[in-house]
């Protein structure tokens, strides 16, 4: 069913789980404030704190501090933490951008020498919408 103020679906998936898919097409209305749009991106962060979700692309630090964005294959399963709010509704131009830290739930290649994990929740543009969605919540 569709959210009748961002137009964004949830979907059933393969009977696997629970995506979140926001359609290109939708618009957030400039007649949102950034209050609004911080209680949006907060919910979304609240619909998976707790849970194990795939996610195709994430980011951390190396042993000498350097930062990584790492694209998954296959997509790696990990457990959305308790993130500060300053991490989560956060302003980059004109985007709330946020951040989610998660912790690896079962061993990924890629992700051996990676620590202080983090992934993008879904980022919205106050006058061209959300963007897709990257990650899938696990059943």
Not at 22 to 44: F, W
Not at 49 to 75: A, C, F, M, R, W
Request: proline share 6%; with cysteine; glycine share 4%.
């Amino acid at each position: 069913m569709d959210d009748p103020d961002t137009g964004f679906a949830k979907l059933k998936l393969l009977s696997i789980g629970t995506i979140y898919h926001a359609r290109l097409e939708a618009l957030v209305p400039s007649r949102y404030t950034d209050e609004e749009l911080a209680i949006k991106v907060m919910a979304d962060y609240d619909a998976v704190v707790g849970q194990e979700i795939e996610v195709s692309k994430i980011s951390g630090y190396d042993e000498d501090d350097n930062s990584h964005d790492i694209l998954l294959t296959p997509p790696a399963k990990v457990r959305v933490l308790q993130t500060d709010r300053s991490n989560i509704v956060r302003w980059c131009d004109e985007w709330v951008d946020p951040c989610w830290d998660v912790e690896v739930v079962e061993r990924h290649p890629q992700l051996d020498h990676i620590r202080s994990l983090w992934v993008y929740g879904r980022r919205i543009i106050r006058t061209a919408g959300p963007s897709p969605a990257i990650l899938r919540r696990l059943a």
